[in-house]
């Protein structure tokens, strides 16, 4: 590794800030603190990331917000969504689903796909701003054509629930198996649901047994629930298998 020096702080670019990212987390968290410091909008967002999860420094979610700001208040995009975030869960501020919708929003027209699909969330179930499925869909919609997978999931879930739209399960089915590939545990989920629901269980399985390594204990309890009682032995035991996994992980993430 070979980390920026103190000349170059206050042009770091995020591929430098990657590259110091790589390397041993003390040495990596002094350095992007220095840029931080020096007013790198980059370094500013990925430091309060790491004082929010607490990597090779203690958690301290107020400075965390602080950071963000700072990065937020040059227009770093990603910086606004955890704005959001820590408005929406109370992190290191108090809870403020107006804060946190306009924060998103901000992130959102900036380009962001986290940004469309927490604003888009925000819109869907009236968060902080008045609910309004259809401006939802737009934003998911945004959302889905760069590839982000969850915002994939929720149109899947429009389309099969008939939401400002036909009900229309294969869009739903196309949907799901998108964002399951592209790795998300919901889409996993809801895909492997309608393969279920096909009779194609042989298919189905696979997904199922990837979801503990991206699902929280939380949803994985959910899915254990819902498939407890299906009518395929496999499935039944595979829920069984996902309860245990439940039952041994922890909770929480700070991430987008």
């Known amino acids: 590794m070979h980390p920026i020096t103190p000349r170059r702080l206050n042009t770091a670019t995020p591929e430098e800030i990657a590259e110091v990212l790589r390397g041993p987390e003390e040495h990596a968290v002094a350095w992007i603190r220095a840029a931080a410091e020096g007013g790198v909008p980059e370094a500013q967002a990925v430091y309060g990331q790491i004082l929010l999860d607490g990597r090779g420094t203690p958690v301290d979610r107020e400075q965390a917000v602080y950071w963000f700001k700072r990065a937020a208040d040059a227009n770093h995009a990603m910086a606004m969504n955890m704005l959001g975030q820590c408005h929406r869960h109370g992190w290191g501020v108090p ?3 107006v804060l946190a919708a306009y924060w998103y ?7 962001l796909d986290w940004g ?7 819109l869907a179930l009236g968060e902080g701003v008045p609910a309004d499925r259809a401006q939802a869909m737009a934003w998911f919609k945004r959302a889905a054509a760069l590839g982000h997978a969850k915002s994939i999931n929720i149109l899947g879930g429009f389309y099969e629930d008939g939401w400002e739209v036909p009900v229309d399960k294969e869009r739903a089915f196309e949907h799901y198996r998108r964002a399951a590939e592209g790795g998300d545990f919901r889409g ?3 895909y492997a649901r309608l393969l279920v629901e096909r009779g194609e269980i042989d298919l189905a399985l696979p997904w199922l047994e990837r979801l503990p390594e991206t699902a929280t204990p939380a949803f994985l309890a959910k ?3 819902f498939f407890a009682r299906a009518g395929d032995a496999r499935v039944r035991a595979v829920a069984q298998r996902l309860e245990r996994r439940a039952g041994a992980r922890g909770e929480g993430t700070t991430q987008p």
């Open 95 to 97: 809870v403020n689903l």
């Open 105 to 111: 929003r901000l992130a959102a027209q900036q380009g």
């Open 116 to 122: 469309m699909y927490n604003y888009g969330t925000a």
């Open 188 to 190: 996993q989920f809801n």
């Open 223 to 225: 899915v254990a629930a």
